[in-house]
């Protein structure tokens, strides 16, 4: 179980590392939104997200609430299959947000 950070690569490219789980979330993960105002589009690479539940979705709506509401363009990369998983369940997963590393990898062969 670890923590969540939120670590700025920089041209709008953050890395969320850790645990997207209820057991992981505290009050200023929840209220982490100040990465979404950063710049006007944003990427959150999903790469290092060990583990995913409910309450990781959860707060990647708020994020996606928030983020539209500030009038952000925000895509999640690199999304962990326990989060794709649950997206679908909900009826999230063609959410325009979501980008498949299938999709990145048919991007990067487009551009090579």
Known sequence: MSVVNIV?????????????TF???????????AFLTATKQINLDLSKVGNA??????LILEWIKHARSKRVQLRFI?????LVNLAKLSGLD???YFVSDA??????????
């Open 103 to 112: 999709s990145n990898q048919a991007d990067n062969n487009k551009s090579a």
């Open 23 to 33: 057991s992981t979330m505290d009050k200023k993960t929840v209220s982490s939104f």
């Open 53 to 58: 539940d409910s309450a990781g979705l959860a």
């Open 94 to 96: 063609n959410m325009s």
């Open 78 to 82: 690199n999304m962990p299959v326990q």
């Open 8 to 20: 700025n690569e920089g041209s709008g490219r953050f890395i969320v590392d850790g645990d997207l």
